[in-house]
Structure formats: C-alpha cells, structure tokens
C-alpha cells in the first residue's frame, strides 16, 4: 500500500486553494467566511495525519484523491450558488458535511478496525438496509418525482445512500461463505448452470427486495447500482461469467417491465433517445448539460466563466457538466482520472487482501464507486439515460458525502489489514513502500 | 478471484475511457453544431454578461452609449445623449433587436470579430472575457445637439439635417426630429415608440427619400457647365416652358425675361432650367450627372443603411415631359440630406465626393488604436474647373438673391434653395450649403417635412435656409452680417417671417455687396418660390404623378449600384 501521499495532498489542497482565489480575485465573488477553508484544510490534513498514525499500513493515497475530489467539487459548489439568492450558503453547508463524513469515516477506522467483525451481523445488515430503503416508503417525502428521502429531526437524508454499504458487506460475507457451493454447482436449466436455492436463496432474496423497492420509489439509479454491484460481486466471488449473461438478460427483460410499467421510465428513455423533440420540456436539462459541455471546448471557458448554472441541479447530478465546461476537455479528463485513480486503488486493496471476505468488500465497495460514477457521468453526457444520483464525493449533498467517507474509511480498513500482512510477510529490511 | 477482479478493473477503466470519448466527441467534434443550435442561449447570454465597446461623438469624450452592470453579472446599455444621436448610434436590445452603429460597427463592439491585440488574442485562449472594442464617431457632439434643437424648434418639426465635412468626408451632424429615446426602446418601450404616427425611429437623414425640388437644379447646372452652356449665357424666360402636354412656370407665374445662366440659377427659374436640360443637356447626360453625385448609389461602407436616391424612370425612357421636371427635382426625383450633402460637399472639394465616414477610429478597451480610416475619394463628380464655376455660382445665390439667414459675416457662402412639391400636403423646405466658400470645412443639407408653407400672398416659408445658417455660424463660430438670426424657425403661417427674407436695408447694413441685380425680382421672395405649381402638373397615362410615391416609407434596398 502506498503509506504516505503528503505530496498528492498538499497537490490537492493547492488545488482547491487555486480555485477558490480563482473565484474570489478574478470573478470578484464574494468570499466565503475564510473560516470555512481553514476548516476543510485543517480537517482533511488532520485526517490524513490520523489514519497515518491509527492505520500506518492503509494506503493513504486513497485520502489524497478524497481531498481533491471535496476540493474540486467544493470550488464548483461554490461557483455555482455563491450568487444564486437562496443558495448562497450550500458551499459552507457542503463543507460542514465534509467534516460529518470525516467523523464518520473515523469512526468507522475506530470500531472497525478488525473489520470481520462486520460479518458476523450479515444478515442484520441486510435487514437493516432493506428496512432503510423501505422505510422511505412510509416516512419518505418525495423530490423530483422520486421518494427518497428522510427526515429525522433537522436533518434529511437519503437512506439509501447508507443501504447500499450495508448490504455490500452483507453481500461480501455472505458470498464469501458460500462461493465455493455457488460455483460448485452441476444443475442446468437450458444449458446454464444455476446454483442451488438453498444457498443462492438469501443473495436473490435480497436483490430482490432491495430492488423491488427502489424500483417501487422510482429511484432508476440506486436501482442500477443495487442491481450491477451485487451482480459483478457474485462474478468475482464464483468466476463464473454465466451469471453476469443470465444477470443481463435479466436485467434486459426487467428493464423492458419497468419500461412499459411505468411512464417516468418511459419519459427518461424517450428524453435519452431523442432530447431535440422536446428543448425546453422534458429534454431542457439534459440539452442545457450538452450546451453548456460543449461550451467548454478543449480548454474550458475558464472557471466561473461558464452558463452552467442554466442547467437545473446543476450542483447535485449535473455537477460534472459544470466542470466540463468551465476546465474544458482536460479538467473534466482529469477529473475523470482522479476517479480511476480510485477505483484503481480500491481494486488493488482487494487483490493484496487476504481473505475472500475482505476481497469481497473491498470490491464491492469500489464497484459501486466505480459505477455510480460512469452512471452519472455517462448520463449528463447522454451516452446513457439519464439517472439521478450524485457524482460521489464532488455533488453537492450530505447523505452521500457521509457514505462515500464511510465508504472510503472502510476501505482504509481493509487496506491496513492488507498492508500490515503484506508488511509482516516481506523482508525485516521492507519497511514501506509498494507491496504489490 | 483476482483474475476476475482485474478484469472487472479492466471493464471500469474502459467505462472511464470511453466516457473520456464521449466528452471529447462532445466538446470538439459535436462542438460547432451544439454552439449554433437554435435552442443553446448560452451564446446571447454570454453577450448579455459582456460588456460592449464604448462609443464616443467626435470630440473623444461625449460618450453616447456605454454597458453599465445591472446586477448579477449582466449589463444593460445606458445611451446618455438619448434623442440627440439615437439615429446615429441606434439601440442595442437582446428583444427587440438593434440598430444604428450599434449594429453597424457590432462587430467591433461586441469584441466578437477576431482578436486582434495579444491581450485579446490571450483572453480568447483563457476563456477570459472579451470586453468589445470602443468607437469613436466623426459627429460633431454641440452641432448634433444643435442640428436637433434646431429641427426640433422648426415649423413642421420633422425634418433632418446632414453636415459633412467637404474635404476629409466626416459626417460632422446627422439629425432627424422626431427622434426616440434608445435607453427607453430597449426597456420595453419598442412596441409604443414604433406605433407612434409620426414614426420616430425612421433616421429621416439617411433612411427616408423626398423630392428634392430645387436643390437638384445645381445638378443640372452642372451638367450643363459640362455640355457648355457658360454661367453668362442668356436665356429667355416668359414664365412658361411648353413641352407636349405639359406646360411649366415659375413660382407664383412669374416671368423674368431675359436672364444669364448664373442669374437662373440665383433666382431658380424652372423655365430655364427646363430649357437648358431637354435642349442642351438631355436625359442620358443630366441622369450621368446625377449618377456621378451618388443618386442610386447605397454607400455600403456607410455604417448606416442610406436609403439611395432615384431618378425615377431609366433616362432613355425619359419624355420632354420628365425631363424638364426633373431638372429642377420634381418629378420621381428623390434624395434625402445624406445625398445632397454629399453634392454639396462635392461641389466644395473641387468636384471630389469624399468616402463618407462616420466612424474616425476603433481602439480596444486598453486604448491600442486598431482602426483609423483615412480620408479617400470616393469619386471624382466634376472636373476641378466646372467645381469652381459651380461653387461662384451657389455663392451668388447666398449673396445676390439675398439670402441672409445663411450669410456669415466675412465669410463667403455658396447655397441652393429648394421648395419641394411632394403628394403630402405642404412644399417640403430645402436648403444646400457649404462656408467658407473659398476653404470649406463644412457642407450641410437640411430638409423640413412639409416646412415651406405656403402662406396667404403665396410665399412658402423657408426654415431649411434658416436652419442651415445657424449651424453653419455654430460651426464656423463666427457671427451672421445682419443682427444675429436667433429666431430660428419661423411661426407657422406667418409668411416668410424668417429675418433672411426680409429685404428692409436697415436690417442688413452688414451686407458687404448688395448690388440690385439686372432684372431682380419684385418679389423678393421669389428666389425660394421655384416649384412648379401642382395645377401646372397634368398626369399623363404611363406617367404617373408624384403622388403616388410614398416618400415616407423606408424605401427597400435596391441592387448594388455605383455612383458613376
């Protein structure tokens, strides 16, 4: 595990730092209480310092692409509402949120240190995250036409958001219980080897229900997450690729119901297919998302340049149309490789880890990671349909901020485990440095 | 598990890099389409947060039109001189369009055209914004405020006036009345100005044609100095000139006998005129004449549309029965004060027309100068020779037909009146001009709709001479030979109440040479009486009457034409 990323830290905090004087002394916005910005350093500082010290062998690279992807998306928040009257503040509430999601993701480095402890409650957590989902069914309010949302004093938050990490864990141990038995299996139906009910039971189960409510909310992009993570997990534990062709056509068949079912499916895929027969009607977003990337260019008009804040939710879902278009082709590249760098890390902490368990998880996480990103940026784009959920880490919103710390602390979990093996395995002389 | 797990990585990192296509397919190669697609406002919204260019009068400092910021980061366009130049500097609005310079010089402006100093040149590569170029005009701003008041204060009180100077070609004053406040057009005011009657947002001065009666007869006075008639060649006039079924007179039927060409010209006798163009000149060399001086000519590097002037029928279709009308600019003759400012301005440079200009420079919003367009000839109307008889022959028409209200004291004026007979009511007042004689630094024209009103003795009233004077001396900054004329127009119906007609000796004891004239009018007021008679126009099948040109309508752009 790479230990120690005080450069790629100090490159991120520069970044942010860049882009916030960027705004303040070139496009005269007004500054955001400095206090602010001394809170977002000192924090992420302050977590890099900790896990260093709490977990020395987790690859703390993972923390730097944190802190860049806070950083830009802080900037673009704050370029995007600094003046927009009643949303002056998101910028400094997003910040707040940062520092709730670094709390978070200490405690998650604090109780779950020895993560495996996680799978002992599998099934508890696959309750509990069901439970959440469902649970917005009667408590939920609805937003934008999907009801996912609660309200639990002050504070609103997307439970599924936290679902989707607890049934990754519940995923996680339970396939690596019962890989062996789900690939061992001799029965075919058509030529297709399908495991036994019996073990293959509780996983579709789940799946079942946790899609058929999100399905039911209307939440189109939890759906497709909640359907390919799981999927990919149960590719990875069992190597068998029939379950990612019979997982498709599956997914093609239920795609088809939901499409004749409901007309917001209908709504989203005519929008994807042809946004031109309906500019300012349901293909305004979408069409203002084009405009305003393709305004960018190769060089992007320049931050705090751009008309990005035409699109609407331009600082949730559509956040990356904004970077496209005010960096240009290149910001918005780079941007996307500081998410592969990611996902990169987290595919590499779960080939070093040691059980199937832990490699399980670790996948897991990053695949959901790595899919909620192509999700999102492949529908602002328009290469797919349009989903709402958010860029992780950069779009504005609590819930998701705090889960993707989560997340990522549990990740650093899994990669301190990993590290300290791999460091008790090598040479006495190896003390740090790359144990690939 | 671990071959499946990079192969999953595998499939992710070709998700990133295909998604890195899709931005790039958006952002270079779908690019243009997406930008000029009809339903991308980002475009006009950028031009709404950039500032445009400053324009500037003449003088460098009266700044006619500026963005100002109007909350959040958009501007709104402030045009401090309202009324003054809105024709000249026009209105720039996202809604109802724009016009003038502001459309005219856009280009420049708006910082939209190609980068053309390194700082722009570096924005552009930085995204940073393009401040639009500023502009300076040639107007003089105190002339222009003059030239309005002036019209504005006039009988009819529609009318326009141009001031150029002769010899560099600047558009020194280009005013209309009734004119249109810019800052309110822009802000929703467009619909209300633009349904008002008398149609102030028509620029008279460029974008409406009159008849322009007499002033055309210098015209035709030069083209017949070029076909040898001599400024002291007699002629004959006993008030009528016959041509197959027309028959033509002098203002009010008068006769004055025996006459020189340049007395003619002074006293405009229309039987003459119309002698010397169907005998001595013809249709083919008087329609040359014209064409020389710009008559159907559009003047396309002119930052303002510039309605060209008519003849009416093609020459070799021209009967007796035009040509002689036409000779003294009745007929389907039309021009406006753009076009017979620029005669006279040629008439003063020697017989050279100067490329009109109404912009004397382009800087960038840093102050580099990008462009400065030097005075060239436009054309070449005169031989130099054939110019000067004709420039004596005008200044004659000031000092011997006593036309006071354009006399400058010490300074020699040459002008031409006209009193326009047109199908709207009431003669149009004409007056052409140019001082100092011997040096000219300016030419005006100025036109009063329906101003020569024709009083109970018959006498028109002539507010056009009076105007003129006045900006003249303004210019010139010198004072009129007579106690100063600062009555400028004249109470409608009074009768020729304008202290230039007045012929009492006590009121001109300035006047350096005042010789009685061989055959001088009995009435003095005959000078500016030269239309024809509206009974004396007989229609005739296939010659329609004047009244059926529609002089106020904007007229249509013709096809490209050049003045020569």
Redesign the interface.
């Known amino acids: 595990m790479t230990q120690r990323a005080t450069i790629p830290m100090a490159i991120a905090l520069l970044i942010t730092t860049l882009g916030f004087a960027t705004l303040i002394f070139v496009q005269e916005a007004k500054s955001p209480p400095l206090i602010y910005g001394a809170y977002y350093a000192g924090t992420m500082v302050a977590l890099y310092l900790g896990v260093r010290l709490w977990l020395p062998h987790a690859d703390a690279l993972l923390l730097a692409v944190v802190t860049l992807l806070t950083g830009v998306g802080l900037v673009m928040i704050y370029r995007l509402t600094y ?1 927009v009257s009643g949303r002056e503040n998101l910028a400094t509430t997003q910040a707040g949120w940062i520092l709730v999601g670094t709390a978070a993701l200490v405690l998650t480095a604090l109780l779950f240190k020895n993560y495996h402890r996680l799978f002992n409650y599998k099934y508890l957590l696959a309750a509990v995250a069901v439970g959440l989902i469902a649970s917005t069914i009667f408590f939920g309010y609805e937003v934008n036409g999907a009801q996912l949302w609660l309200k639990v004093g002050p504070v609103n938050f997307q439970p599924s958001e936290f679902a989707r990490i607890a049934l990754i864990i519940f995923f996680a141990g339970y396939l690596a219980d019962t890989r062996d038995l789900l690939a061992a299996t001799s029965r075919t139906i058509l030529g297709v080897q399908v495991p036994a009910l019996k073990y293959f039971g509780p996983v579709a189960f789940v799946w079942a229900a946790s899609l058929g409510l999100l399905v039911f909310e209307k939440d189109l992009g939890s759906s497709l997450l909640f359907f390919a993570v799981p999927l ?1 997990m149960l ?3 069992t ?1 068998r690729i029939a379950y990612v062709i019979l997982g498709a056509l599956l997914f093609a068949a239920g795609s088809l119901t939901t499409y004749y079912l409901f007309d917001h499916v209908q709504v989203r895929v005519q929008t994807w297919l042809d946004p ?1 027969s309906d ?2 009607g349901t293909g305004y977003q979408v ?1 203002q998302s ?13 931050l705090g ?1 751009g ?1 990005s804040q ?1 699109i609407p939710e331009v600082q949730t879902d559509f956040i990356f149309s904004a970077v ?1 278009s005010e960096l ?2 290149l910001g ?2 780079a941007l ?2 500081a ?2 760098v990611f ?2 890390r987290g ?1 590499k902490i ?2 070093l880890a040691a059980d ?1 368990a832990s ?1 399980l998880l670790a ?1 897991g996480l990053t ?1 959901m990671f ?2 909620q ?2 999700i999102i ?2 529908g602002v ?1 328009k ?1 797919i349909p349009l989903t709402g959920i958010t860029l992780p880490f950069v779009s504005y919103g609590g819930s998701s901020v705090v889960g993707n710390f989560i997340l990522t602390g549990l990740l650093l979990v899994v990669s301190e485990n990993a590290g300290r093996r791999a460091a008790e395995e090598a040479t006495p002389e190896f003390v740090e440095g790359e144990a690939a | 598990m671990n071959t499946q797990l990079r192969r999953t990585f595998y499939l992710f990192a070709a998700g990133f890099v295909a998604l890195v296509g899709v931005m790039a397919y958006w952002q270079v190669y779908a690019r243009e389409d997406l930008t000029n697609h009809p339903s991308n406002g980002l475009q006009s919204q950028r031009s709404q947060e950039t500032p445009r260019g400053l324009i500037f009068a003449g003088d460098g400092e009266t700044v006619l039109a500026r963005s100002e910021r109007a909350g959040g980061n958009e501007y709104e366009r402030i045009y401090p001189e309202g009324e003054v130049f809105a024709n000249v500097v026009g209105y720039w609005s996202n809604r109802f369009g724009a016009s003038g310079i502001e459309i005219g010089q856009n280009n420049n402006l708006s910082g939209t055209g190609e980068p053309e100093t390194l700082d722009e040149l570096l924005n552009q590569f930085s995204g940073g914004p393009e401040t639009g170029n500023n502009v300076t005009l040639t107007v003089d701003p105190e002339l222009q405020r003059e030239a309005y008041n002036q019209l504005a204060q006039s009988n009819t009180g529609r009318g326009a006036v141009a001031a150029f100077d002769p010899q560099t070609g600047e558009t020194l004053a280009l005013a209309t009345y009734p004119s249109y406040d810019p800052n309110v057009v822009i802000d929703e005011g467009f619909e209300e100005i633009s349904n008002e009657p008398n149609n102030p947002l028509l620029n008279r001065a460029t974008q409406v044609t009159y008849p322009p009666g007499s002033t055309f007869k210098v015209i035709t006075a030069a083209a017949a100095l070029e076909a040898g008639v001599r400024p002291t060649d007699r002629f004959n006039d006993d008030g009528t000139y016959e041509t197959p079924g027309y028959s033509f007179g002098n203002y009010r039927g008068k006769a004055y006998g025996n006459v020189t060409f340049a007395e003619a010209l002074v006293f405009s006798i229309n039987t003459v005129f119309a002698q010397i163009a169907v005998d001595r000149v013809g249709p083919e060399k008087l329609a040359a004449m014209a064409r020389e001086f710009g008559f159907g000519y559009e003047y396309e590097d002119y930052p303002l549309y510039v309605a060209p002037s008519d003849l009416g029928l093609p020459p070799e279709e021209w009967a007796e029965g035009n040509t002689a009308p036409i000779s003294f600019g009745q007929d389907r003759v039309v021009s406006n004060v753009f076009e017979m400012g620029l005669v006279a301005s040629a008439i003063a440079n020697d017989g050279d027309m100067m490329q009109p200009r109404l912009v004397r420079e382009v800087r960038s919003s840093d102050g580099i100068i990008l462009d400065r367009p030097t005075p060239r000839p436009l054309n070449e109307a005169l031989p130099e020779g054939t110019a000067r008889t004709l420039n004596e022959m005008m200044q004659g028409v000031v000092e011997e037909g006593e036309l006071v209200a354009a006399q400058i004291q010490g300074t020699k004026v040459a002008g031409k009146t006209g009193t326009a007979e047109n199908p709207q009511g009431e003669p149009h007042s004409w007056f052409i001009s140019f001082a100092p004689a011997d040096d000219p630094e300016i030419a005006v024209a100025v036109v009063v709709e329906n101003g020569g009103v024709i009083g109970e003795d018959g006498a028109a009233e002539t507010p056009a001479l009076t105007i003129a004077g006045n900006l003249m001396r303004a210019y010139l900054d010198r004072p009129a030979p007579a106690p100063p004329s600062t009555q400028p127009n004249l109470p409608a119906g009074v009768p020729g109440g304008g202290p230039g007609e007045v012929l009492d000796p006590a009121q001109r004891p300035a006047q350096p040479s005042a010789p009685d004239q061989p055959g001088a009018p009995v009435d003095p007021f005959a000078p500016f009486r030269n239309a024809a008679p509206q009974q004396q126009q007989q229609s005739q099948p296939g010659q329609p009457p004047a009244s059926q040109q529609q002089p106020l309508q904007p007229v249509p752009r013709p096809q490209d034409e050049g003045p020569g």
Request: aromatic fraction near 14%.
């Open positions: 003046d990919l590719y990875v534990a190597g031109w500019p300012n069409l084009l405009f305003s990337i393709a305004d960018g260019g190769i060089t992007g008009t320049g340049e008309f035409a496209a240009g082709l918005s590249t996307l490789l998410f592969l996902v990169y595919i779960s080939l199937d490699k996948f695949s790595a899919i990103t192509l940026v492949g784009t290469a």
